[in-house]
Nanobody
Framework: QIQLVESGGASVQAGGSLKLSCESS????????MDWFREVPGQEREGIAS?????KTHYRDSVKGRFTISRDENFLYLQMNNLTPNDTARYYC?????????????????WGQGTQVTVSS
């Protein structure tokens, strides 16, 4: 059974940093690409960083240079630096059995419950 559990969300001030973690079970990095999404109430869930099965990473323009996605055995991480209030959202990790991560949330089969990140100015 595949499970994803996020942690690490918190309230921080602008300019601060956080590291989100997603512990997975039932997933192998050789067969599943993984992604971090975030969602603000009333807005569409957006993908912000992904890692393919070959380790190649991709980022939304708004987080490039500030966020770093990484993967280690059963954990997916998102290091977030220089946070701004616009980064306030609920963050989710997601997985799908394919080599290259798709762009849209609808194509992902497995989701965690999310972790809240709030950035104050």
């Amino acid at each position: 059974q595949i499970q994803l559990v996020e942690s690490g969300g918190a309230s921080v001030q602008a300019g601060g940093s956080l590291k989100l973690s997603c512990e997975s079970s039932g997933i192998t990095s050789a067969h599943f690409c993984m992604d971090w999404f975030r969602e603000v109430p009333g807005q569409e869930r957006e993908g912000i960083a992904s890692i393919d099965t070959d380790g190649k990473t991709h980022y939304r323009d708004s987080v490039k240079g500030r966020f770093t996605i990484s993967r280690d055995e059963n954990f997916l991480y998102l290091q977030m630096n220089n946070l701004t209030p616009n980064d306030t959202a609920r963050y989710y990790c997601a997985a799908v059995r394919t080599t290259r991560c798709p762009l849209f949330a609808a194509f992902f089969d497995y989701w965690g419950q999310g972790t809240q990140v709030t950035v104050s100015s």
